[in-house]
């Protein structure tokens, strides 16, 4: 199959990470369907640079923590692209603070928006995928999914589960030439980390081997590779610049 028939879904695309990733496929001739939230006007920017350069790209709001809106957004790339070949689990939130001070409603809510959203997604797309008997699925986790951070309980535990459920599922719907993998990213130039300051930011600089922190290009690239590799499943790619090894 041609890499500019294959259809990608790509959750919390409008900005950050996800937005790098609608591009770099774009840019490769992959139809691709931004899901959006909150950030109409952020995917509606892109999607109009992007069809300008003759890509193909639908845009559609849906709050992917809501099973129902999670089956619309599935239902519309189905009705514009007839089919689903690579779904990118990027949607997601951080939250900080320490542990005794999580209320009942802040776990929930990131429970709900980080590790919910990707069951409810993937459950979606895979009888497609099954059918096809072909599919890629990349979960976007975390640094902390592998070590944990302090302050960050709920986040790294979402991260944490992402990871577990990428290795299981990898395993079950391997033999239907499904793909499953996750990248965790360490840290990345994106809003996520907007309230480090610049000493923060220097003091981390200094911690990582390769003396700077990522840039959103560098986990789109490895999303483009794990799409294109044909052997890899099941795997937790680490892109931290050696922070964390």
Known sequence: MKEENKVAIITGGSRGIGAEIVKQLADNNYKVVLNYNKSEKEAKEIQEQLLKLGKEIKIFRADISNKKEVKELIQFTMNNFKKIDILINNAGISQEG????????????IIN????????????VLPYMINQKQG???NISSIWG???SSYEVAYSTTKSAINGLTKALAKEVGPSNIRVNAIAPGIIDTDMNKNLNKKEIEEIKSQIPLCRIGKTSDIAKCVKWLIEDEYTTGQIISINGGWYI
């Open 113 to 124: 928006i980080n590790l919910n959203s990707v069951f409810y997604c993937t459950r979606e």
């Open 98 to 109: 320490l542990f005794n001070e999580i209320t009942d409603e802040m776990w929930n809510k």
């Open 146 to 148: 592998e070590t944990g």
């Open 136 to 138: 890629c699925i990349i």
